[in-house]
């Protein structure tokens, strides 16, 4: 069992490849032929359900710190920042030190930002969409058991079932993670990403991006989906389903009363600076989690790693903000930067 929803690892980590803005797109079934309308449409207030989340209000009893990295050379300085996609209004992650770097430097590069992945993503969703038509239902290719337990999903996350069923399977669960996280109060438009490009944007300078959001989407897509339907139908079968919080959750992770004891304590321990364990998603061993690590993690750090290097060649300064996973672990970017003979030193 793992320690967080795998719902909510894949909402985490596919949010920022996945621009809000055409999720939103795809999740708004009003016009879908043959379907209900949508109760609910993610990230977004449409004509239908004017719905946005509650506001919530987390405690923070310390001072915000979160890791800055500096790779630099004598006319480069590449600052490396750790982010979390979404978070609830108001969650302090700031200091001076971090205002300090925005000022300074020429540019922005996120992962995939809103503006230069909306096109492809737009093409990429609508055939999607399209393909819920004609793909055999997620519930059907499981066991009786498991397929009732599958649309308990939807259910729990108030997705229109049709469209989580006709999605694949590793797309349905990304939605459901991203409603869950909006039932805990984090939205997109508060997650670091969004704050920076605003910012950058309002000030004149530029925003780049370190990847293509269709390639990772496309990798996604390669990975065998038998892979996950087998681990599907392990952990549906162990799953009691009552709240979408306890599906693949080790029951170490929750309270008393069967819920998560603290759905924020990620983000206290990024934004005290804490990074031991960030890039631990829960992942298990499963052929399908193996796969999905390397696709989500190991492979992209790799690439980006590449990036980095050549971009080393080229002088001014830039900040390099990309989910905080992608910095911790054996795996990290910094490691790879490191064996390929860069020093990558810790600033905060």
């Not at 795809?26 to 309308?37: C, I, L, M, Y």
């Not at 503006?115 to 997620?138: C, N, Q, S, V, Y």
Request: aromatic share 8%; proline share 5%.
């Amino acid at each position: 069992m793992k320690k967080l929803p795998l719902v909510a690892v894949l909402a985490s980590l596919l949010l920022a490849p996945f621009p809000a803005a055409t999720w939103a797109q795809g999740v708004n079934t009003d016009e879908r032929p043959g379907s209900a309308k949508s109760t609910r449409n993610i990230g977004a207030e449409n004509s239908v359900t004017q719905r946005t989340p509650d506001p919530i209000v987390v405690e923070q009893d310390y001072e915000p710190a979160p890791a800055i990295w500096l790779l630099e050379d004598e006319d480069t300085k590449i600052y490396m920042f750790g982010t979390i996609h979404v978070l609830p209004e108001g969650f302090r992650w700031r200091n001076e030190t971090f205002d300090n770097v925005v000022n300074e430097v020429d540019e922005l590069v996120v992962e995939t930002s809103d503006a230069d992945g909306e096109g492809a993503m737009a093409a990429f969703t609508a055939k999607m969409i399209a393909d819920t038509l004609t793909r055999t239902p997620t519930s059907q290719r499981l066991s009786p058991e498991a397929g009732e337990k599958w649309l308990k999903i939807a259910e729990l996350t108030d997705l229109p079932v049709d469209y989580f069923d006709g999605l694949p399977p590793l797309f349905a669960m990304f939605g459901a993670g991203i409603s869950m996280m909006e039932g805990q109060g984090s939205q997109h438009e508060y997650g670091v990403e969004s704050v920076l490009e605003a910012e950058f944007a309002a000030a004149g300078k530029p925003i780049g991006s370190i990847e293509d959001s269709l390639e990772v989407m496309t990798a996604l897509l390669a990975i065998d989906e038998q892979l996950l339907l087998d681990l599907l139908e392990k952990d549906l079968a162990e799953w009691d389903g009552s709240s979408i919080e306890t599906l693949m959750v080790d029951d170490a992770a929750l309270d008393e009363e069967g819920a998560l004891a603290d759905p924020f304590q990620g983000e206290h321990n990024w934004a005290q600076g804490k990074t031991d364990g960030l890039e631990d998603l829960g992942f298990e061993d499963s052929p399908f989690e193996i796969e999905l690590e390397r696709v989500l993690l190991e492979d992209r750090n790799r690439d980006w790693s590449v990036w980095l290097e050549k971009r080393m060649d080229e002088p001014g300064s830039i900040l390099l903000a990309v989910g905080a996973a992608h910095l911790a672990g054996d795996l990290s970017v910094q490691s790879m930067l490191s064996e390929r003979g860069f020093e990558v030193k810790r600033i905060q």
